[in-house]
């Protein structure tokens, strides 16, 4: 029950540059799958950020269901809401195109028809300046 010790044998000319071609084929792969990854990623990221922005949905007239309407005055607001964060967005004032009526929008709630105090104060303030 003796320990019998072999010794690998040494590899041929031959078998050492088969060896040595496929751990060098393997490199190649590897690193031109790596290299293939990273442009990918570099194009995906740049289309992204120069990609339009989606196209918005169609506000439709609160009184009569038109889409085109007469922008008189808008702009950005911003401010502090409720809990005393930071707050911002977008407004619009105008009127439908088929039925006149004082439609305003905020962010991106639903057009409504405009009070008068509010056309009043929003409008015509802002016409004045």
């Not at 010790?5 to 190649?28: C, K, M, N, Q, Y």
């Not at 038109?66 to 502090?80: M, N, P, Q």
């Not at 964060?85 to 088929?98: E, I, L, P, W």
Request: aromatic letters at 8%; charged letters at 30%; glycine letters at 12%.
């Amino acid at each position: 029950m003796g320990l019998e010790l072999r010794h690998a044998r040494r590899p041929t000319l031959r078998e050492l540059d088969s060896h040595a071609i496929l751990v060098l084929l393997f490199g190649v792969t590897l690193i031109g799958i790596t290299s293939w990854a990273f442009v990918e990623l570099a194009i995906d990221r740049w289309r992204g950020r120069h990609r339009p922005p989606p196209a918005a949905r169609a506000a439709r007239c609160p009184a009569c269901g038109g889409t085109e309407f007469d922008r008189l005055t808008g702009g950005l607001w911003d401010g502090v809401d409720a809990q005393g964060s930071r707050a911002g967005g977008m407004f619009d004032y105008g009127t439908c195109r088929q039925c006149r009526t004082r439609v305003g929008r905020w962010d991106d709630g639903p057009p409504y028809v405009v009070p008068d105090e509010e056309w009043e104060r929003e409008v015509a303030l802002s016409k004045a300046r």
